[in-house]
């Protein structure tokens, strides 16, 4: 079975550009959640969706991050504008329930 | 404030060992508790969940405990191997149940030395 997919695996861009990060969760798992992981702060979650509803997005940062997910089967996380403090692994997990299953992550670089 | 404390400093075992991390928390009431395992590089993947009403749970060569009383989950790996060697996160979910998001530590780095 395929896990967690996201795209890209390594993003690096330039302060105030637009970055979106993609991931396509398991297939029948009804719940799919963002989090960010920096050395500071350890891993945050950012927002997650139920049945593709966003549930809970108090952890987004700020305005200029959003979320998205269009169908069951494809989430965006998109920072517009991105600045150098949004460096870090951003992770896509998804979950029937309980446990979660996280994917491979994002490194995000903005320079 | 809410606080979920793991030792933040390297914890070195001797391969054939016990490991025993610990996860204290404050200002949490958790339907449950999970330990993940984080290898450089990837994502974390799940190991062990355990309910507020369950004191131990084992897999393998793996066993957590939770007291909700001392606010504590302790992870028990025995006869340690260096492919135990990770960062290992424990994460809470401060509600009834459900899919809700998970809270984590700032995780404990094992090396298990041969």
């Known amino acids: 079975d395929a896990g967690v997919i996201q795209s890209p695996r390594h993003e690096v861009t330039e302060m105030g550009q637009e970055v979106t990060l993609r991931c396509k969760p398991i297939?029948?798992?009804?719940?799919l959640f963002w989090y960010r992981q920096t050395m500071m702060r350890g891993l945050e979650l950012l927002i997650y969706?139920?049945?593709?509803?966003?549930?809970?997005d108090s952890g987004m940062p700020e305005d200029r991050f959003s979320a998205k997910m269009p169908n069951a089967s494809f989430s965006t996380l998109k920072i517009q504008p991105s600045e150098p403090r949004d460096s870090a692994v951003y992770f896509c997990?998804?979950?029937?329930?309980?446990?979660?299953?996280f994917g491979p992550g994002t490194r995000l670089t903005v320079l | 404030s809410q606080k979920i404390e793991q030792n933040s400093e390297a914890l070195n075992i001797q391969e054939g060992k016990t490991a025993t991390l610990t996860c204290n928390y404050t200002?949490?009431?958790?339907?449950?508790l999970q330990w993940y395992r984080q290898d450089p590089g990837r994502g974390p993947v799940f190991l062990l969940l355990i309910r507020e009403n369950e004191k131990e749970k084992r897999k393998e060569r793996l066993k957590v405990t939770f007291d909700t009383t001392l606010k504590q989950s302790l992870f028990h790996i025995t006869a340690s191997q260096p492919a135990d060697s990770a960062t290992y996160l424990c994460?809470?979910?401060?509600?009834?149940?459900?899919?809700?998001?998970?809270?984590f530590g700032k995780g404990t780095h094992l090396i298990i030395q041969p």
């Open positions: 997990a998804s979950s029937p329930g309980q446990p979660q299953f």
């Open positions: 994460a809470l979910i401060n509600s009834g149940g459900g899919a809700d998001g998970l809270t």
């Open positions: 297939s029948g798992h009804n719940s």
């Open positions: 200002n949490y009431s958790p339907a449950y």
């Open positions: 969706f139920n049945n593709n509803v966003p549930i809970d």
